[in-house]
């Protein structure tokens, strides 16, 4: 049996015994016949960031074969605000299939589908940024002949009242265990549900982040994916924060994907891996076990790009409260190995060479297992005020950009922007005053996108009037003079916060 469907949790994909890239109406049909199914909700994201659902009821077997392929018309204008006009407002939302799940949360069976967006005449809408992440992939894929792939890490606070028992340490719950840690087993159940959705995860833990505030517990939890296709990536951290935010609602927590929350206390990003594929194998390492040439190309697009990006991952002044030095986020253009100051880093990857699993199980005899595919590289400035599709659709560019260049030229900016070092740490400022900043408010963003857009419509991904939007949408906060203004009001950022508290 595929071993990718064996143990599969996705009721969809465990009735059919069929990978969900290979889900067809008919196969939808059968399910929903086999298994009571009586509504079908339609979700899709809006221009907050936030999952919007449509509703039908399955009053026969003909509707449900309508609704199934012939989608339903919505209105663009209140979705989209910026990208679509009142006056000629009507999209249509068609279901993928592959994201199938079934809703865990409501009594009646109800199938759920991640939907496209189609303009009037049934083309893909041109600003509608799951299509634009699908052409930035598809961009990649014809220049480079490589599939660029991803995977998140959510991380998130949960709120609760402060019983007063087994107090964590403060900025010290990173892998904690129960009792000090108290959110575990409602992350456990988020994971089950997020795996049920279709949602590959590698592993759960709780964070660095842990304080009292107000009598309330703030405990920061993470949940990191596996690699996947860059679409199918974003799709997932879309549906994960869609169910963290509904178990917390049936249990009376609050939880909350804000960048920060106050000073002096971690805020939460969404570290995004990539990695480089051809034919299944990880190009991301060379054959000697290093960092591969066409990754520290890919590296280059990243680093130049670095200041437009966060106008995809970093969409609300909160963001720029976290992009301060000593918080484990970056702050400066530059890369490393395993070095977390860095903006992009290169995890500790399996390629040692030694088969650690038999010195740690003498008894275990078997075949060493091929770790190279483990390896990625990571962006650490995104954070969950990003549109995730944008965003991801924004790295995509990014690296075919470095791919692009000329190879010695794009080797260069690799070699120039690499650190071994903290680089906020004594001894670094030589080395600090060589690299860049990244920008330190939307306004700021929004100036590093204009100045680049050329290179994020190249190849049609996205649309001029998509940028424009962006463009427009981060000057809007009017935050130029964000950090003086904070540091001359201690109150703005709280308020601040409040207002984004419930960000993406």
Known sequence: MNKNIELNPNAVVSFLGKEPKDFTREDMLRFIKGNGIRMIDFMYPAEDGRIKTLNFTINSLEYAETVLSEGERV????????????????????????????????????????????????????????????????????????????????????????????????????????????????????????????????????????????????????IEFLPNPVDTAADQLLIAKWIIRNLAYRYGFDVTFAPKIIVGEAGSGMHIHMRLMKDGVNCTLGPDGKLSEQARRAIAGLMVMAPAITAFGNKNPTSYFRLVPHQEAPTNVCWGDCNRSALVRVPLGWSTGKDMCSIANPAETGKPADTTAKQTFEMRSPDCSADIYQLMAGLCVAARYGLEMPVEEALAIAADKYVDM???????????????????????????????????????????????????????????????????????????????????
Do not use: W
């Open 75 to 222: 209105d663009g204008s209140s979705l989209y605000p910026s990208f679509v006009e009142a006056g000629n407002s009507d999209l249509y939302v068609i279901p993928r299939y592959r994201t199938a799940f079934v809703d865990p949360f409501v009594e009646i069976p109800t199938l759920c589908f991640l939907c496209s967006f189609f303009d009037k005449d049934g083309r893909p809408f041109d600003c509608a940024p799951y299509h634009t992440l699908m052409k930035a992939e598809d961009a990649f894929y014809k220049s480079t002949g490589l599939t660029f792939e991803a995977m998140g890490e959510l991380e998130y606070y949960v709120i609760t009242e402060d019983d007063g028992m087994f107090p964590a340490t403060d900025q010290r719950g990173y892998h904690e265990s129960e009792p000090f840690a108290k959110m575990n087993d409602f992350r456990r159940e988020c994971m089950d549900h997020i795996a049920k959705a279709g949602g590959q995860i590698k592993y759960g833990h709780s964070e660095v982040g842990n304080f009292t505030l107000e009598g309330k517990v703030y405990e920061q939890n993470e």
């Open 422 to 504: 903290d680089i906020h740490k004594a001894g670094a400022e030589e080395k600090l005053a060589t690299l860049d900043s990244l920008p330190v408010c939307c306004a700021e963003s929004a100036d590093c996108l204009e100045k680049v857009r050329g290179v994020f419509e190249a190849e049609d991904v996205f649309t001029p009037r998509m940028i424009d939007g962006i463009v427009s949408q981060l000057r809007s906060f009017g935050d130029a003079d964000l950090h003086a203004r904070a540091a001359a009001d201690p109150d703005l950022m709280r308020r601040l916060v409040d207002k984004y508290f419930h960000c993406g």
